[in-house]
């Protein structure tokens, strides 16, 4: 029964993971700082914030295309060279006075982190494990492979040692392995965020106010969109979108291989 409710579970995380996707493809996030607070930022345990962020998501995937559809074209045209600076539609923790402590415990989290994934340098063995690649063929900076398990028990409980996603380049004999991604739960606070990485260490990120096309709306890029110029709830009831305050829980990226902690926990 215990498999079969976590199976279902997985299922329907599956289905979010098209617009997370949407919301990673560009590359590493440049860091920049937002000082608005989060949008539903309060407590709240990890199964009722996932049940928010999967009921959320569903609803996106109403229209004309399919989820699928609309996350290529998203991607397709709002694709920037190098970081992708979201501005309005990205909020970042902001950055704490780093202590020994802190690096000490990064720096463990990197550790484990390198050692349990060194065996995904050949993707193939990823595959297998269950990680799955969004948009394989579209050419991108970053591509994302996503195991939708460790993405659901992110939401409950924390592992260094199994990353939501794995973060590879595209290779002309297949893909090299650069990095890794963990998530929580949008409902989180930044004591519970930091209690997993130092928030002097490195900033998580959540993407936000997303104003989407309704069924039998076109998707007009300039506005809609991670890219769009609509970021506020006004402005897309104004536009007859649908709007969404925050896609998704918080992320942050990991590059355990790189040679200096600075660049191992660049954003």
């Known amino acids: 029964m215990r498999g079969r409710f976590l199976g279902s579970i997985g299922l329907r995380f599956f289905s979010t993971t098209l617009l997370l996707a949407l919301a990673l493809v560009a590359g590493r996030i440049g860091a920049q700082q937002s000082a608005a607070k989060p949008p ?35 991607v397709n045209d709002q694709m920037l060279p190098g970081h992708h600076h979201m501005g309005a539609h990205m909020h970042m923790t902001p950055r704490r006075t780093a202590t020994a402590a802190d690096w000490a415990r990064a720096d463990q989290v990197a550790l484990e982190l ?10 193939r063995v990823a595959l297998s494990e269950g990680y799955v690649p969004f948009l394989p063929n579209l050419p991108q900076p970053m591509y994302h492979f996503t195991n939708n398990r460790n993405g659901f028990l992110e939401a409950f409980t924390f592992d260094a040692a199994r990353p939501t996603s794995l973060l590879y380049k595209k ?37 936000t106010n997303l104003c989407m096309p309704k069924r039998g709306q076109p998707m007009d890029m300039t506005k809609f969109g991670l890219a769009g110029s609509i970021a506020t709830q006004a402005a897309c009831d104004a536009s007859g979108g649908k709007f969404f305050p925050v896609i998704f829980g918080w992320m942050v990226h990991v590059y355990p291989f790189e040679s200096t902690r600075e660049k191992i926990w660049e954003q």
Do not use: C
């Not at 930044?190 to 130092?198: M, T, W, Y």
């Open 40 to 74: 539903q930022s309060g407590a709240q345990s990890g199964s009722q914030s996932g049940q928010h962020d999967m009921h959320d998501m569903q609803g996106m995937q109403h229209g004309d295309m399919s989820a699928d559809d609309q996350a290529q074209k998203l």
């Open 171 to 207: 290779t002309a004999g297949g893909y090299e392995l650069i990095g890794a991604m963990y998530t929580m739960a949008r409902t989180a606070t930044e004591e519970q965020l930091n209690e997993r990485v130092p928030l002097s260490v490195a900033s998580w990120h959540l993407h």
């Open 114 to 123: 390198r050692d349990s994934i060194e065996r995904f340098k050949d993707y």
